[in-house]
């Protein structure tokens, strides 16, 4: 026995091979994968062989809850409706329905991360990566190599220990020095003067270098500082060069 089942005409309607297709919100996009997902599966395609993604693990946990709902529902629907297009739904169609509800939990619907992390570790042998990987943020990232550099570099280094101690002396707190760097990093800044002339730099704090830091003015003015900045930054020095 066979039941026929109203298909969206719009299935009918969307270019086949690959294609980009563009829709804002509450436009039917959810609908719309649940009947291209049920007319694959009627066609023959294991439900495995299909592949759904989306953005955010919300979305991902709603196509899960309807697609399944909706083959379960084209499974048990047993009376013909009367619009057309229409899907004819016979004993090989609810066996192909039945199989890919048996076998959904293998169905690759999931966010884009979630996939591409999928590949990478079923790769993992062939790429040699590690199996178990974690997805992080940039800043997230920065944190730990910031304490990293904090606890190997900083502390045990002695020059940078000693342009640490001067931070701290000042004031300064180490998650203020975390996120001036991290803004430094993510503004695609450079720190001047570098770790590499801290030395040097430190060695000309006398007060001939405030009296005239035309130089030291001169290298910012080249970096593209700010010309407030820059006026600003003259007049504190003169005022520590006074004292």
């Not at 199989?99 to 619907?109: C, E, Q, S, V, W």
Request: hydrophobic residues 45%; proline residues 3%.
């Amino acid at each position: 026995m066979s039941v026929r089942i109203h298909k969206p005409a719009l299935l009918d309607r969307l270019p086949a091979g690959h294609q980009v297709i563009e829709a804002s919100a509450g436009t039917g996009k959810t609908y719309t994968l649940q009947r291209l997902v049920a007319d694959q599966v009627l066609a023959g395609i294991p439900l495995e062989r299909i592949l759904v993604v989306t953005f955010t693990d919300k979305a991902t946990q709603e196509l899960l809850t309807r697609i399944r709902e909706y083959l379960q529902k084209l499974l048990d629907q047993r009376e013909s409706d009367i619009e057309t297009p229409f899907w004819e739904v016979d004993d090989l169609g609810r066996e192909r329905l039945a199989k890919a509800l048996r076998g959904f939990d293998r169905a690759t619907i999931s966010t884009i991360h979630g996939f591409c992390r999928q590949v990478l570790q079923e790769a993992a042998l062939e790429g040699k990566t590690l199996f178990d990987r974690e997805l992080v943020d940039a800043r997230s990232l920065f944190e730990r190599a910031f304490r990293h550099a904090l606890a190997h570099t900083f502390s045990q280094v002695p020059d940078h220990r000693l342009i640490l101690e001067a931070s701290l002396a000042q004031g300064g707190r180490v998650e203020a020095i975390e996120e001036e760097l991290w803004s430094v990093h993510n503004d695609g800044g450079v720190l001047l003067p570098t770790f590499a002339t801290w030395e040097t730099w430190i060695g000309a704090l006398d007060l001939d270098w405030f009296r005239d830091p035309t130089a030291l003015l001169a290298t910012w003015k080249a970096a593209g500082v700010n010309a407030n900045t820059l006026r600003a930054a003259s007049e504190g020095l003169a005022c520590l060069g006074a004292g």
